[in-house]
C-alpha cells in the first residue's frame, strides 16, 4: 500500500470558510480533498496514544461524515495504515495527483499520525465565526459561539511550535474571498502546484456562490454592539494578534453572574433546537440510551438521528 506521508492538512475554526475552500481547492485538476476528516483524530489520545482497533470500527459504524464517504475498512491494517488507506482511496477515486484533509479540531494529533504533514490555516473573524455559530444551532449567543474559533486559534498557536515554517501557510478567509486567484496561486505554489482557474467553477456544481465581499465583515451589520462587546471581551488580544481592528466600542466587563445567565441561555437554546430537529421522542432516546449505555438502542438513535442531520445538509 502506498504511504502518503506528506499528507496536506486545511486547518481552523467551523464556520471559517473552510467548506468554499475545500471546494476550489478539490476543483483543481490535480487536487483530491476530504471534508471533515476529525474521524482520524478524535479517537486518537493527547499523547499520540492510536485507539483500539475494535473499538474504532464500533466508533466508525455511526459516524456520520464517515459513513458519508462509504470508505472501505481492511481490518489487517494497523491505525496508521487504516486512516492512511482513506487518504489513498479518495485519491484514487479521483484519479488525481494531490490529496488533502479539512480538520477543525484536534489537528495537534495530525502530527503523531503523519509526522511529515503539512498545513493550510484559514483563519476568519471571528466575530462572524461567533454570529454564524448560532445559526448551525451550535451555540445560544456569540459569548459562547466564539469559544469554537478561540479553541481553534489557541489550538494553531501551539502546533506551529512544532512545526517549521516551510511546512505551513496561514490564509485569511477575508483575503480569500477579495483576492481568490492571487491567494489560490499561493495556496497552489504551496502545494507544489501551479494555479488552475477550475478553482473558481465550483459554484457550477456546488450551492455555494462565487467569492462576494458581502460576507466580510458581516458582524458590522448583523450584531448589536452588547453582542460585539460580548466577543470581543473574550477573544480581543487575539483578534488583534490575527490583523484584525477592533470595533472601538467601549470595554465590556463580564461578571460571573452575567456569564451564568449566558451559559443557561445557551445551554437553553442548544436544548430547545435540537428538540425541534429530531422530535422529543428521538431527543429522549438518545439521551436515555447514553445515560443508561444500552448500546444497541444507542446505536439505532444515532443512526436515526444522522440520517436527519443528512437531510437538513442537502
Given at each position: 500500500?502506498?504511504?502518503?506521508?506528506?499528507?496536506?492538512?486545511?486547518?481552523?475554526?467551523?464556520?471559517?470558510?473552510?467548506?468554499?475552500?475545500?471546494?476550489?481547492?478539490?476543483?483543481?485538476?490535480?487536487?483530491?480533498?476530504?471534508?471533515?476528516?476529525?474521524?482520524?483524530?478524535?479517537?486518537v489520545?493527547?499523547?499520540?496514544?492510536?485507539?483500539?482497533?475494535?473499538r474504532?470500527?464500533?466508533?466508525?459504524?455511526?459516524?456520520?461524515?464517515?459513513?458519508?464517504?462509504?470508505?472501505?475498512?481492511?481490518?489487517?491494517?494497523?491505525?496508521?495504515?487504516?486512516?492512511?488507506?482513506?487518504?489513498?482511496?479518495?485519491?484514487?477515486?479521483?484519479?488525481?495527483?494531490?490529496?488533502?484533509?479539512?480538520?477543525?479540531?484536534?489537528?495537534?494529533?495530525?502530527?503523531?499520525?503523519?509526522?511529515d504533514a503539512r498545513f493550510?490555516?484559514?483563519?476568519?473573524?471571528?466575530?462572524?465565526?461567533?454570529?454564524?455559530?448560532?445559526?448551525m444551532?451550535?451555540?445560544?449567543?456569540?459569548?459562547?459561539?466564539?469559544e469554537?474559533?478561540?479553541?481553534?486559534?489557541?489550538?494553531?498557536?501551539?502546533l506551529?511550535?512544532?512545526?517549521?515554517?516551510d511546512?505551513?501557510?496561514?490564509?485569511?478567509?477575508?483575503?480569500?474571498?477579495t483576492?481568490?486567484a492571487q491567494?489560490l496561486?499561493?495556496?497552489?505554489?504551496?502545494?507544489?502546484?501551479?494555479?488552475?482557474?477550475?478553482?473558481?467553477n465550483?459554484?457550477q456544481?456546488?450551492?455555494?456562490?462565487?467569492?462576494?465581499?458581502?460576507?466580510?465583515?458581516?458582524w458590522?451589520?448583523?450584531?448589536?454592539?452588547?453582542?460585539?462587546?460580548?466577543?470581543?471581551?473574550?477573544?480581543?488580544?487575539?483578534?488583534?494578534?490575527?490583523?484584525?481592528?477592533?470595533?472601538?466600542?467601549?470595554?465590556?466587563?463580564?461578571?460571573?453572574?452575567?456569564?451564568?445567565?449566558?451559559?443557561?441561555?445557551?445551554w437553553?437554546?442548544?436544548?430547545?433546537f435540537?428538540?425541534?430537529?429530531?422530535?422529543?421522542?428521538?431527543?429522549?432516546?438518545?439521551?436515555?440510551?447514553?445515560?443508561?449505555r444500552?448500546?444497541?438502542?444507542?446505536?439505532?438513535?444515532?443512526?436515526?438521528?444522522?440520517?436527519?442531520?443528512?437531510?437538513?445538509?442537502?
Amino acid at each position: 500500500m502506498t504511504v502518503i506521508r506528506q499528507a496536506i492538512f486545511l486547518v481552523g475554526a467551523e464556520r471559517s470558510g473552510t467548506t468554499v475552500l475545500r471546494l476550489m481547492l478539490s476543483h483543481h485538476s490535480q487536487i483530491s480533498w476530504c471534508q471533515e476528516f476529525e474521524y482520524v483524530v478524535d479517537q486518537v489520545e493527547d499523547d499520540g496514544k492510536f485507539p483500539e482497533l475494535d473499538r474504532y470500527y464500533e466508533w466508525l459504524e455511526t459516524n456520520r461524515v464517515f459513513q458519508g464517504r462509504n470508505f472501505a475498512i481492511d481490518r489487517s491494517l494497523d491505525y496508521f495504515q487504516l486512516v492512511n488507506s482513506f487518504l489513498k482511496q479518495q485519491l484514487e477515486r479521483d484519479h488525481k495527483k494531490l490529496v488533502g484533509a479539512t480538520v477543525h479540531r484536534h489537528f495537534d494529533r495530525l502530527i503523531k499520525i503523519w509526522p511529515d504533514a503539512r498545513f493550510i490555516h484559514l483563519i476568519r473573524d471571528g466575530r462572524d465565526v461567533a454570529r454564524s455559530c448560532i445559526g448551525m444551532g451550535w451555540s445560544g449567543n456569540v459569548w459562547t459561539g466564539v469559544e469554537r474559533w478561540l479553541d481553534a486559534e489557541c489550538l494553531w498557536n501551539q502546533l506551529k511550535t512544532q512545526i517549521t515554517p516551510d511546512r505551513y501557510i496561514e490564509v485569511t478567509y477575508e483575503d480569500l474571498i477579495t483576492n481568490p486567484a492571487q491567494i489560490l496561486t499561493h495556496i497552489c505554489h504551496f502545494m507544489g502546484l501551479e494555479y488552475d482557474q477550475a478553482m473558481l467553477n465550483y459554484a457550477q456544481d456546488t450551492t455555494y456562490d462565487l467569492p462576494d465581499a458581502k460576507f466580510i465583515q458581516q458582524w458590522r451589520k448583523k450584531m448589536s454592539e452588547h453582542e460585539i462587546q460580548l466577543v470581543e471581551s473574550k477573544i480581543a488580544p487575539l483578534l488583534q494578534d490575527r490583523g484584525y481592528e477592533l470595533s472601538g466600542l467601549p470595554h465590556l466587563e463580564v461578571t460571573p453572574s452575567m456569564e451564568q445567565k449566558i451559559r443557561f441561555q445557551d445551554w437553553w437554546f442548544r436544548l430547545n433546537f435540537r428538540v425541534q430537529r429530531i422530535g422529543l421522542g428521538l431527543f429522549l432516546a438518545d439521551y436515555l440510551s447514553r445515560k443508561l449505555r444500552i448500546k444497541p438502542l444507542e446505536k439505532s438513535t444515532k443512526l436515526k438521528i444522522n440520517e436527519i442531520s443528512v437531510r437538513y445538509l442537502k
